[in-house]
């Protein structure tokens, strides 16, 4: 696996920017725009995947990115229960539910297999990089 060296190159922060501006295009539009708590939640939810994934990245700590990794894919599962939420009250077409859930779905998945790489590597991290073992 190549080393990445800046979080825009995570394929999971990629897949969750793409998904928070499909999210944030339907919170545009009635009559989710006028669901005022349940647009602001699903804009925190998306965005919070994105931001935890980059956050997490940039501590420069494994065990610290699995951390904020754990707490992005619990993101993931909110904006899921939103999107029943959206789908119940229809808010959205059932194809549109379809489609956002698979991609936030897609994003659980792949967050969870990320997450069992990191938990398998022995890489400690960037900020352990040089330290001694002592």
Partial sequence: MATITKFEDLEIWQLA???AKKIYTITFIEPLKNAFRLKDQMRGSCGSV???TAEGFERGSRLEFI?????A?????ELK??????SDNNYI?????TE???DADLLTKKITAFITYLNASKIK??????????
Avoid: H, V, W
């Fill in 17 to 19: 920017r793409l998904l």
């Fill in 50 to 52: 994105m931001d935890n």
């Fill in 67 to 71: 951390n904020s990794l754990s707490i």
């Fill in 73 to 77: 894919k619990g993101e993931a599962g």
């Fill in 81 to 86: 229960s939103q999107l029943y939420r959206c």
């Fill in 93 to 97: 077409t059932p194809e549109l539910f």
């Fill in 100 to 102: 956002l859930y698979s």
């Fill in 125 to 134: 991290g960037q900020k352990f990089k040089n330290r001694d073992s002592s």
